[in-house]
């Protein structure tokens, strides 16, 4: 919450307690002390409340509007985009732009990659040196870890949690700080899929090779003139 946001909600909370008063005050004068020149005065008291409770209200709604439109980039383990792969991908959820992404790990152990002969590699948005320039909303970047089964397996070893903290910038350039916590029950446990449509959508993409591989066979068995 920025300074100016508190600085007004200071302000609200300290008129609506002295409306507050001021109200109670007028309500004793006028029906307890039967002074009936403090109605004015009640009379103001409630115009003033008025004010304030419409004040908090067009507040909260500026707040929950700044927070629709907040960046939320979050890093997660994505082990259903890719038959048997897993990979480490970090996907902006929120409503404008995030900018210098990168994640600052606080746990024990990180997740590693271990396919390839690039494992020099660094891990993706590992540190403010390896920052992801741009996330659009709902934009994603991702990348891969190994199969999941390797992963299945680090995350039993090591058994402990894949956490630290997600560093950005929104459009008007404020830093923001935000914990995350990588989920790896379903990679404790073995649990990859919830549909077989993974698996499908890679077999069929076997189909053009068989295909050919069949007519290259029927072409074998023509006779030769």
Same mark, same amino acid.
């Given at each position: 919450?920025?300074?100016?946001?508190?600085?007004?909600?200071?302000?609200?909370?300290?008129?609506? #307690?002295?409306?507050?008063?001021?109200?109670?005050?007028?309500?004793?004068?006028?029906? &307890?002390?039967? %002074?009936?020149?403090?109605?004015?005065?009640?009379?103001?008291?409630?115009?003033?409340?008025?004010? &304030?409770?419409?004040?908090?209200?067009? !507040?909260?709604?500026?707040?929950?509007?700044?927070?629709?439109?907040?960046? =939320?980039?979050?890093?997660?383990?994505?082990?259903?985009?890719?038959?048997?792969?897993?990979?480490?991908?970090?996907?902006? &959820?929120?409503?404008?732009?995030?900018?210098?992404?990168?994640?600052?790990?606080?746990?024990?152990?990180?997740?590693?990659?271990?396919?390839?002969?690039?494992?020099?590699?660094?891990? *993706?948005? %590992?540190?403010? $040196? %390896?920052?992801?320039?741009?996330? *659009?909303? =709902?934009?994603?970047?991702?990348?891969?870890?190994?199969?999941? %089964? $390797?992963?299945?397996?680090?995350?039993?070893?090591?058994?402990?949690?894949?956490?630290?903290?997600?560093?950005?910038? $929104?459009?008007?350039?404020? @830093?923001?700080? #935000?914990?995350?916590?990588? $989920?790896?029950?379903?990679?404790?446990?073995?649990?990859?899929?919830?549909?077989?449509?993974?698996?499908?959508? =890679?077999? !069929?993409?076997?189909?053009?090779?068989? #295909?050919?591989?069949?007519? @290259?066979?029927?072409?074998?068995?023509?006779?030769?003139?």
């Amino acid at each position: 919450m920025s300074r100016y946001r508190v600085l007004i909600r200071s302000m609200s909370w300290a008129l609506a #307690i002295a409306a507050g008063i001021t109200a109670l005050w007028a309500i004793w004068e006028a029906f &307890v002390e039967k %002074n009936i020149g403090f109605v004015n005065v009640f009379a103001g008291s409630a115009a003033v409340i008025t004010g &304030v409770i419409s004040a908090f209200t067009a !507040l909260r709604s500026t707040e929950l509007t700044e927070e629709r439109l907040r960046p =939320y980039p979050y890093p997660y383990i994505d082990s259903t985009s890719r038959y048997s792969l897993s990979q480490l991908r970090i996907r902006n &959820v929120g409503g404008t732009a995030a900018h210098d992404i990168y994640l600052e790990w606080t746990g024990n152990s990180i997740p590693k990659r271990t396919v390839g002969n690039d494992s020099d590699i660094p891990l *993706l948005a %590992n540190g403010k $040196d %390896n920052a992801i320039a741009v996330l *659009l909303p =709902y934009e994603s970047v991702s990348q891969l870890l190994g199969t999941a %089964n $390797d992963v299945s397996k680090q995350a039993k070893a090591e058994g402990s949690e894949w956490k630290g903290y997600v560093n950005f910038k $929104d459009s008007r350039g404020q @830093k923001h700080r #935000i914990p995350f916590l990588l $989920d790896i029950t379903h990679l404790r446990f073995g649990l990859f899929y919830d549909t077989e449509e993974t698996r499908t959508m =890679y077999e !069929l993409q076997n189909l053009p090779k068989q #295909i050919n591989e069949l007519a @290259k066979a029927v072409k074998s068995l023509k006779p030769n003139r």
